[in-house]
């Protein structure tokens, strides 16, 4: 199952076509994506019999983010050891957290503005909860995920570094700084959601490739982890962190100008796509 938006709409995606949800269910679900999530059981044993070619397949450039306005969104830092690593951070202990506002996600297709001269790039596993999770234990993890997809976590280095304390929520917040998609998949129609291929280029030129099972904190742990020490509701995002080939730790540093291309794919997943623009 792939479920996505198209013009702001929750849909199901197929190879060749789409169905609109509200229309394909008679009204049993809304159009709205967070409504969705709140049936997400229901939601999931109906989807499973539906017939996703209905409708023609739509435009990539009218997909917009799977969840377009979660509740929460977390975000975990320094959780691939050769970023760390390359970063200078100790990864003992536990995940780094901060938050990246909901009002920076974009979808798979589209372009951001240049807000910084040290823009970044952060290909991530982005996933999307379905049931609220609250002090879950580890082996539960994957039964409170929805579904899993492409996100960059977009960073303005001079933003997020300025001042004696690094502000990285701030810094990865800027309109545009999240764009995720194409869709959602369903854990279970992956061969294995621990492993998946992830990479990014530039221009064609590929920074950043690894495997999410090189992730020190699993997805399953991250569940654990946020919601023993504040609930997950359904439909938040956690961006699980990205490996390691960032520009700033490029010798010399490396960044996002006007006209560059950034390309971010996960094995089963899909792509984005986000063409670099003037601020």
């Known amino acids: 199952m792939r479920l996505g938006t198209v013009d702001g709409r929750a849909s199901l995606l197929g190879g060749s076509g789409s169905a609109d949800v509200a229309r394909a269910s008679g009204g049993r679900f809304g159009p709205d994506p967070l409504s969705v999530f709140e049936q997400w059981d229901r939601f999931r044993d109906w989807a499973s019999d539906r017939d996703p070619e209905t409708g023609a397949r739509p435009d990539p450039a009218r997909l917009g983010p799977p969840v377009p306005a979660p ?42 503005r240049a807000q910084s001269p040290r823009l970044d790039w952060e290909v991530e596993l982005v996933v999307a909860v379905g049931r609220r999770a609250e002090s879950v234990a580890e082996e539960r993890g994957w039964d409170h995920v929805a579904g899993l997809t492409v996100g960059q976590d977009l960073s ?49 030129e590929v920074m950043q490739q690894a495997r999410t099972s090189q992730l020190i904190w699993s997805v399953p742990q991250l569940i654990a982890r946020l919601s023993s020490v504040c609930p997950l509701l359904p439909g938040d995002l956690i961006f699980t962190g990205t490996p390691a080939g960032v520009g700033n730790r490029r010798e010399p540093p490396k960044y996002l100008q006007p006209g560059d291309r950034l390309v971010s794919r996960i094995g089963g997943i899909g792509e984005l796509v986000t063409d670099v623009v003037a601020p």
């Not at 202990?93 to 506002?101: D, H, R, Y």
């Open 71 to 112: 509740r929460q969104v977390f975000a975990i830092g320094l959780n691939y050891k050769a970023h760390a690593a390359e970063a200078g951070y100790d990864t003992t202990g536990i995940p780094q957290v901060f938050t990246k506002f909901p009002s920076c996600l974009a979808g798979p297709v589209g372009t951001v």
């Open 156 to 204: 303005a280095r001079d933003v997020q570094l300025a001042g004696a304390a690094p502000q990285w929520s701030l810094g990865k917040s800027f309109p545009g700084f999240g764009p995720t998609g194409p869709w959602l998949v369903d854990p279970a129609d992956l061969d294995d959601p621990d492993d998946l291929a992830i990479e990014c280029s530039v221009n064609g």
